[in-house]
T-cell receptor
Framework: DSGVTQTPKHLITATGQRVTLRCSPR?????VYWYQQSLDQGLQFLIQ???????AKGNILERFSAQQFPDLHSELNLSSLELGDSALYFC?????????????FGSGTRLTVV | EDQVTQSPEALRLQEGESSSLNCSYT??????LFWYRQDPGKGPEFLFT?????EEKEKERLKATLTKKESFLHITAPKPEDSATYLC??????????????WGLGTSLAVNP
C-alpha cells in the first residue's frame, strides 16, 4: 500500500456520461498530480494541485476538470466521455510542489467507456 | 521538441543475467531524471532521481547512471521479482518557467527463473 488511495478501482460507463475519480494523497503530502496512462501514449500529465491551488496544467482536455479540497483529497471530473477516454487514471502525491524526491502513485482507476 | 526514448521496448533475461536499460533524452534544460518501476495493474513506484552528469544511485540490484544525453539503469544478477516495466521521466522547465515531467514509454523486463 503506497498510502495514496484512489477510488473506484474500475469504472465502466457509456459515451456522453460524466464520472468523478477520487484521490486521497499520502498523509502529509500537499501536492496531488493526475495522470492518464494508455498503451500507446504512456503516462500523460493532466494537472497538479498544491495545497488547494492549481499549480500546473498539462494535456488536460476542456471536458476534464479537477479540484483539491481543504482536506487535500482531490477529484478528477471527466464529462462528455468518448471511447478514447478509456485509460488508466493515476493520482500521485508529493510532500512539496516540486516533487524532487519523486511522486507516490496510487493504484489507479481503470476507466472503460463503451 | 523535447523527447524521452527508452530502449529496448522489451527485454527478457535469465535469472542472474545482468543487463542495462537505456533512457535517452533530447530536452532543453534538464532539471532531473527519474526512474520508476511499474508492476502490472499498479501505479509506478519511485526508484531514483539523478540531477547531473556523472551522478550514480544504487538500490539493491539496481544502479542508475546519468550522462548529458542518456541514463542507464543497470540490473545486476536479476531475479524473477525484478520483472516489471521500468519508466524513465525527465523534468524540464517549460516556456512558462514551470517544471514539467516528460515520460518515456518504458521497458518491459521479464526475468525467467
Amino acid at each position: 500500500d503506497s498510502g495514496v488511495t484512489q477510488t473506484p478501482k474500475h469504472l465502466i460507463t457509456a459515451t456522453g456520461q460524466r464520472v468523478t475519480l477520487r484521490c486521497s494523497p499520502r498523509s502529509g503530502d500537499l501536492s496531488v498530480y493526475w495522470y492518464q496512462q494508455s498503451l500507446d501514449q504512456g503516462l500523460q500529465f493532466l494537472i497538479q494541485y498544491y495545497n488547494g491551488e492549481e499549480r500546473a496544467k498539462g494535456n488536460i482536455l476542456e471536458r476534464f476538470s479537477a479540484q483539491q479540497f481543504p482536506d487535500l483529497h482531490s477529484e478528477l471530473n471527466l464529462s462528455s466521455l468518448e471511447l478514447g477516454d478509456s485509460a488508466l487514471y493515476f493520482c500521485a502525491s508529493s510532500a512539496s510542489g516540486t516533487g524532487n524526491y519523486g511522486y507516490t502513485f496510487g493504484s489507479g482507476t481503470r476507466l472503460t467507456v463503451v | 521538441e523535447d523527447q524521452v526514448t527508452q530502449s529496448p521496448e522489451a527485454l527478457r533475461l535469465q535469472e542472474g543475467e545482468s543487463s542495462s536499460l537505456n533512457c535517452s533524452y533530447t530536452v532543453s534544460g534538464l532539471r532531473g531524471l527519474f526512474w520508476y518501476r511499474q508492476d502490472p495493474g499498479k501505479g509506478p513506484e519511485f526508484l531514483f532521481t539523478l540531477y547531473s552528469a556523472g551522478e550514480e544511485k544504487e538500490k539493491e540490484r539496481l544502479k542508475a547512471t546519468l550522462t548529458k544525453k542518456e541514463s542507464f539503469l543497470h540490473i545486476t544478477a536479476p531475479k524473477p521479482e525484478d520483472s516489471a516495466t521500468y519508466l524513465c521521466a525527465v523534468r524540464i522547465l517549460n516556456a512558462g518557467n514551470n517544471r514539467k515531467l516528460i515520460w518515456g514509454l518504458g521497458t518491459s523486463l521479464a526475468v525467467n527463473p
